[in-house]
Structures are given as structure tokens and as C-alpha cells.
């Protein structure tokens, strides 16, 4: 299989703090993984794509010193959500591709985050 | 721009057969997925078409065409489980999926 896991599956911290989100390729190497951010009712928002042991690339609209993130081996990317608001609230989704070119992305069960 | 266009919302009855569409203008093509998400889950993958044709896997089968930007998911002996968001995705010329909005489906018994 490829399995993907996330930790934590759900979330609920103060306005003002940091939440990190971890996103493992248990049974696989990712070359690559994706964070996705999901509004209620909405699809699938590309944040950023991150390479191991390289910068992610941040999406237009996408804050880089607000949405932290660190792929440091090929099975741990890490989302870090600093000073979060509560217009950070979402669901929070991460892939990960085994291979440069392979077709399928392979996703974690998603880290439901709210901020109060 | 890249655009992914599917229908928002289909209704559909527990046994019979439903075809969700999806068009799509995207900068470069290697490949279409469709995905089952859940409410309040991740998505899953359904299908994976890069050629042009039918894709057939037990209930559901998805088809391409390249040249019409055009894919559709069938979906055959709908259950109450099939109840969920279908989203078509196109992967561009830098392997980037491209995601639609989704299709919510609804079975009713």
C-alpha cells in the first residue's frame, strides 16, 4: 500500500499560538508532499508543495512567514500554522508522491484545525 | 487560466446509474484522477486516466477524451454509501494537480 498519516487528526488552540502539523509517509518515500487547506462545502486549496531537504513553493495568496513548512527527511513534512486566527480554521489535508513523474498522490486523513 | 468545471450538486436513486462530468483547460496534461471524498474526511482515489478511452473498475469506470478536455465518472448499482463529494483533478505539465470544485452527490433510497 502507501499509507499516509497526520498528526494531529484534530486540533483546537487560541488565537495568537502555533499549531504543527505532521504529515508521515509510513510504508514509502515522498519525494514530494503537498498541503492542502479545505473550507467547509469548498474543494481542495494547494498551499504549498514541499521537496525534501529543499524550500517549499508557496502558492500565490499563500503567506510563507505564516505557514511554515519543513520536509526534512522523505517520510515527515511538517505544517507550521504560527500566530493562528480564527480565519485559520479549516481542514487541513497533506499528500505525498512517491516519484518524480508517478501519477498518484497519496493522501493523509486530514487535521481538522480550529482556533478560537 | 486553468479551469476544471463539474456540476455542484446530482441527485441520484439507491440502484441505479449516474455520470458525473468534468471539462477541464489546463496548461499541459498528464493525466486526470478522480477522487471520493467524504464529508469530513480526506479523498480517496477512484481513477487514473492519461489515454483516451474507458476505464473500467467494478462499479466504476471513468473515460477520457483528450481532445474534447472532456472525462465523466460512471457510477453503476449506486449503494447509500456512494453519497459523497467526487472531485476530477488534471495533473499538468508540472505533474501540479489542477482540482475542480466537486460534484456532491446524493442517493436517495
Known amino acids: 500500500g502507501a499509507v499516509v498519516s497526520q498528526h494531529p487528526s484534530r486540533v483546537i488552540c487560541k488565537s495568537g499560538t502555533s499549531v504543527k502539523i505532521e504529515c508521515r509517509s509510513l510504508?514509502?518515500?515522498?519525494?514530494?508532499m503537498f498541503w492542502y487547506r479545505q473550507f467547509p462545502k469548498q474543494s481542495l486549496m494547494l498551499m504549498a508543495t514541499?521537496?525534501?531537504?529543499?524550500?517549499?513553493?508557496?502558492e500565490q495568496g499563500v503567506e510563507k512567514d505564516k505557514f511554515l513548512i519543513n520536509h526534512a527527511s522523505l517520510t515527515l513534512s511538517t505544517l507550521t500554522v504560527t500566530s493562528a486566527h480564527p480565519e485559520d480554521s479549516s481542514f487541513y489535508i497533506c499528500s505525498a508522491r512517491k516519484l518524480e513523474g508517478a501519477y498518484e498522490q497519496y493522501f493523509g486523513p486530514g487535521t481538522r484545525l480550529t482556533v478560537t | 487560466g486553468q479551469n476544471i468545471d463539474q456540476p455542484t450538486e446530482m441527485t441520484a436513486t439507491e440502484g441505479a446509474i449516474v455520470q458525473i462530468n468534468c471539462t477541464y483547460q489546463?496548461?499541459?496534461?498528464?493525466?486526470l484522477f478522480w477522487y471520493q471524498q467524504h464529508a469530513g474526511e480526506a479523498p480517496t482515489f477512484l481513477s487514473y486516466?492519461?489515454l483516451d478511452g474507458l476505464e473500467e473498475k467494478g462499479r466504476f469506470s471513468s473515460f477520457l477524451s483528450r481532445s474534447k478536455g472532456y472525462s465523466y465518472l460512471l457510477l453503476k448499482e449506486l449503494q447509500m454509501k456512494d453519497s459523497a463529494s467526487y472531485l476530477c483533478a488534471v495533473q499538468d505539465s508540472n505533474y501540479q494537480l489542477i482540482w475542480g470544485a466537486g460534484t456532491k452527490l446524493i442517493i436517495k433510497p
Open positions: 510504508d514509502f518515500q515522498a519525494t514530494t
Open positions: 514541499s521537496n525534501e531537504g529543499s524550500k517549499a513553493t508557496y
Open positions: 489546463t496548461s499541459g496534461f498528464n493525466g
Open positions: 486516466n492519461v
